[in-house]
């Protein structure tokens, strides 16, 4: 049985979850939560070698449908072996990215179809869905910018995309949004840090305050 709570945080490329989660890690240790802080596509050994077939730049010549199963096996086997125990544990499990990465970047931008996305995660996840997700908000313009700048991480085969690919995802994003309001919450990712921090917190406590060991504050 789920005891836990499963957060998922999305965006495009460059909109600065890595920070973010660090910082939302840190504060939830102080409070005295059990958090387990894990990433896709990757988190466990199996996952991250298929995350090193996909992000790597040397594989132009993928399909769009390779690249969709390969995220959604990712997403299997990390669920199994590290999520699904965690939350069965009672921990707090803050994840950077889940199944609305796939339906935003293969679904929308990639034009498999968000439908076809859907079907192939739903056999790899079977209902196992998010309490809440946070999508940060940053033009493609911006998220690259930081990304060329190396303010973020290194360049993998998704960012070498071109701009238009990435106004696509985050219009993918925009659907997701209207199409599960009451999961996914937008944040505004081009505000100074601390106020994107501050943002992302209300809305976590909004919904799960009852859930920590201690009282909040601010
Ligand atoms: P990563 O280096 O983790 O980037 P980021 O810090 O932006 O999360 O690379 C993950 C890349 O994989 C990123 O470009 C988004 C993409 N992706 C998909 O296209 N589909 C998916 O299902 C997932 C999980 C990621």
Partial sequence: ?????????????????????????????????????TREPGGIPIAEQIRNVILDTGNTKMDARTEALLYAAARRQHLMEKV?????????????????????YQ????GIGMEDVWSINQFAIQDIMPDLT??????????????????VREINRLDLEKLSFHEKVREGYMKLLQQFPDRIVLVNGEQ???????????????????FYATDVKY
């Fill in 1 to 37: 049985m789920r005891k836990g709570v499963f957060i998922t945080i999305e965006g495009g490329d460059g909109a600065g979850k890595s920070t973010l989660i660090e910082k939302l890690s840190n504060t939830m240790l102080q409070r005295g939560s059990s958090i387990m802080v």
């Fill in 84 to 104: 699904v125990p965690a939350l069965e544990h009672g921990e707090f499990v803050l994840c950077d990215r889940f199944v609305d990465s796939s339906l935003a």
């Fill in 107 to 110: 679904g929308y931008a990639r």
């Fill in 134 to 151: 946070i999508y940060i908000d940053v033009s493609p313009e911006e998220g690259l910018a930081r990304i060329n700048k190396a303010e």
């Fill in 192 to 210: 100074s840090p601390e106020l994107v921090f501050a943002d992302v917190l209300l809305a976590i406590d909004q919904r799960f305050a009852g």
